[in-house]
């Protein structure tokens, strides 16, 4: 009886075919599937974590890409609904020393800012173990400072002198040095940049350039103008000038009753030393019990004033 349905019927055997083969094609899948395993999802997930010094993550080809800025990208945490009066710590010095950074970082509050030199070399294991910690880190521009060519803040430094390209591209090479930095800084370890501060129209053009790039700008200078054009603050005391025992104790003293009258501070150490550590943490463990917050750097920082924010 079904011997004569093929003919009459060419429709149904080609349909029949069809389905077979779709069968087959699934079979195959999960015979491969089960030997080969799932696709390893690891590169994508690496390449997901991963941000340029600029801020952009990718998260491969054709995915979707995050625009976040460096200074909320690698801020480090910090609890926004604690009100407590904040302090925070930026502390100069990092990366020339890998035995003092190292020894530093693991010694030293997740809450302390460190700032790596850009002439600095092989940092990655150290900024790597900044991140683990919690912290996050900042990076200095060389700049003119006060007594210059007394006092030097290196071959690749901003000077009041030179001209623009000179300036712009000794300001590239110093922000091409590392990565995962939330902001820089024109302290370099106890220089601080005072000439080319004043500098006018070249200050200025470097402003605009780290607000490009979204980072944030810490201005050593203590009680210094908000800094115009980008997103940050200046400090309000300087904590190893001298490196004595019971002067660092008198001005993290200081320091707390300046937080008390202004609504926060921001203390800063150009060099890491034992005996500086030493007081620093203690009189760190002692702020809770005073009704202060140890912040990172960046929970303490400001916007520019309106007319300066960057045009969209």
Do not use: C
């Amino acid at each position: 009886m079904f011997s004569g349905m093929g003919p009459r019927h060419p429709g149904l055997r080609a349909l029949a075919w069809f389905w077979a083969a779709v069968i087959g094609v699934v079979v195959l899948g999960a015979v491969a599937l089960l030997i080969l395993g799932p696709p390893d999802a690891e590169p994508d997930r690496k390449l997901a974590q991963a941000a340029s010094a600029g801020g952009q993550a990718a998260a491969g080809s054709g995915a979707r890409r995050t625009e976040r800025p460096p200074m909320d990208l690698y801020a480090a945490p910090f609890d926004k609904a604690d009100r407590r009066i904040r302090i925070g710590i930026l502390f100069a010095g990092f990366g020339m020393s890998r035995s003092d950074t190292m020894q530093a970082i693991e010694s030293l509050p997740a809450a302390v800012s460190p700032v790596f030199s850009p002439y600095a070399t092989n940092t990655a294991d150290m900024m790597a173990a900044a991140r683990e910690k919690g912290m996050e880190y900042y990076i200095s521009i060389p700049m003119e400072p006060q007594g210059y060519p007394l006092n030097d803040a290196g071959p690749r430094s901003l000077l009041v002198g030179e001209d623009a390209e000179k300036n712009s591209a000794n300001l590239a090479w110093a922000l091409g040095r590392q990565s995962g930095f939330v902001g820089v800084t024109n302290a370099l370890g106890n220089l601080r940049g005072e000439r080319f501060a004043a500098a006018g129209d070249a200050y200025t053009a470097m402003l605009a350039e780290i607000a490009r790039r979204g980072l944030l700008y810490i201005d050593a200078r203590p009680s210094a103008s908000p800094p115009r054009l980008v997103f940050g603050r200046s400090i309000d005391m300087i904590i190893d000038e001298p490196p004595i025992r019971d002067d660092i104790d008198q001005r993290l003293a200081d320091l707390e009753k300046m937080a008390r009258d202004k609504g926060s501070a921001l203390g800063f150490i150009g060099v890491i030393r034992p005996v500086t550590i030493e007081r620093l943490n203690l009189w760190a463990n002692l702020l809770p019990g005073h009704g202060l917050v140890l912040a990172p750097v960046s929970a303490l920082t400001r916007p520019p004033p309106r007319n300066d924010l960057p045009r969209q």
